[in-house]
Nanobody
Framework: QVQLVESGGGLVQPGGSLRLSCAASGMLFSIPFMGWYRQAPGRQRELVATITSGSIITSADSVKGRFTISRDNAKNMVYLQMNNLKPEDTAVYYC??????????????WGQGTQVTVSS
């Protein structure tokens, strides 16, 4: 069964940096879409950044210039480099992916989430 597992979250002071990783594993053939979303207490889940298998990137205005999404197609991984973190970045960050099976089926997957806390 396909799984997405996030790592790299933690506690950091304002202005600090973190790098999140997400690994896809299991029976898969392709990952045309991967992205990061976040959800803070009392708020709706929001898009942070996405990237296609062809490296087409979208990102939220609130993170432009601070966060960078990238992927390693050979390793089935996606990363989120977060710099100049602010308290308002505090949230649970979720990995999301559209994954194609060997048989050609496309399905949407979510990771369990990793906590990012920005506090002085």
């Amino acid at each position: 069964q396909v799984q997405l597992v996030e790592s790299g979250g933690g506690l950091v002071q304002p202005g600090g940096s973190l790098r999140l990783s997400c690994a896809a594993s299991g029976m898969l053939f392709s990952i045309p879409f991967m992205g990061w979303y976040r959800q803070a207490p009392g708020r709706q889940r929001e898009l942070v950044a996405t990237i296609t298998s062809g490296s087409i990137i979208t990102s939220a205005d609130s993170v432009k210039g601070r966060f960078t999404i990238s992927r390693d197609n050979a390793k089935n991984m996606v990363y989120l480099q977060m710099n100049n973190l602010k308290p308002e970045d505090t949230a649970v960050y979720y990995c999301n992916a559209v994954i194609g099976s060997i048989a050609g089926r496309l399905d949407n997957y979510w990771g369990q989430g990793t906590q990012v806390t920005v506090s002085s």
